[in-house]
């Protein structure tokens, strides 16, 4: 007999837990092109940015790319467009575009 799901906590056992997705071959999003599905499209003011770099930690995809200590263009193809980047910014120097590049 399975446990109600709002009772499961850090001393539940295994065996009372619904059994999950079987993973038989995981890949990352590297492999696939997931920025093909955003809604908006960041936009890089190359002429505003400063370098402080505090975009980059904050990306979830890793789409803000750092290559000797300074900031390269998006790479489109992972973004999914959550904006948190331009969020960030104290510049002004990364703004949101709705649609696809």
């Not at 402080?52 to 300074?70: G, M, N, R, Y």
């Not at 489109?76 to 575009?97: N, S």
Request: hydrophobic share 30%.
């Amino acid at each position: 007999m399975r446990t109600d799901i709002t009772k499961i906590n850090e001393h539940s056992s295994h065996t009372e837990m619904t059994e999950g997705m079987r993973v038989c071959a995981a890949g990352t999003s590297r492999l696939f092109k997931t920025g093909e599905w955003r809604n908006y499209t960041p936009v890089y003011h190359e002429d505003k940015c400063k370098q402080c770099l505090l975009c980059a930690p904050v990306c979830p995809d890793s789409s803000i790319p750092v290559k000797d200590a300074k900031r390269e263009a998006f790479d489109l193809d992972h973004c999914k467009g959550c904006g948190i980047c331009a969020e960030v910014c104290p510049f002004g120097a990364i703004t949101m575009r709705e649609g696809i590049e």
